[in-house]
């Protein structure tokens, strides 16, 4: 037996002295309760309980005669069995928390921060991927019409795509319906939604601001070292700002 293994064998729901029996039988092949106590120094009193347990776990197998004899299971079969048997416990907790997700006992928060690189591509991706009708991208660099320009121009042929920004002549040889802002939606351009709760850090420079369906509001600024998101939805203002862009912009 090598120390190493007990912490793995830990990790499977075995206590430790399950990690010693079980580990000392592994390396006798077989063997008496009395040879595995006295190889695996777990108390002689604890032995036939943890054996037994074993056995019913379906780690061992057990041989009757006088004295007992316990003998180890295929290593490959046992863990394959246990593998599988993980998977479906995650898949059925899986479900279980989606039907709970459904009924949310809270209300939602109408606004929220992400503050992780993580956090905000994958949010992108899931409004990219879930948005049904329209979809307004408020858009202050170049850059990121250039970064994200592959995932957003499949969405042209689907929905209504509208791509605003202040001065349409830096965004030249980007392929998508680009609008330039007039009037009072040049001040939205203008507007930082939520910076207060990002706190104090340092220049801002804003990166888009995206409405999707009349209901889903994102937004990306960096400030200082960091890049920051504000996710909102479900909110009346956000269906309405969405109406008046697109009302403004294909009006001019």
Known sequence: MTPEIIPGLRALGMNEYEANVYSTLVG?????????????????????EILNDLARRGFIGVEEGSPTSYYMLDIDQVFDRLKADYIRSL????EAL???SIKPRLPPVSFFILRSGWAIENHISSLFRRVKKSMVILCYSPEFLKKYCGIIKPLERKINLYVVVRKKEEYVGINLPIYEARGTVIELLETRPMMDEIGPSGVI?????ILVDGRDFFAIVTAGSGRYAVVGSDMPIINYLQKT????VRAE
């Open 205 to 209: 420079r804003d990166e888009c601001s």
């Open 28 to 48: 006798l092949q077989k063997a008496t309760a009395r040879d595995i106590h006295e190889v695996s120094g777990v108390p002689r009193g604890r032995i036939y």
């Open 98 to 100: 989606r039907t709970l």
């Open 245 to 248: 862009i697109v009302e403004r």
């Open 91 to 94: 898949e059925e907790t899986r």
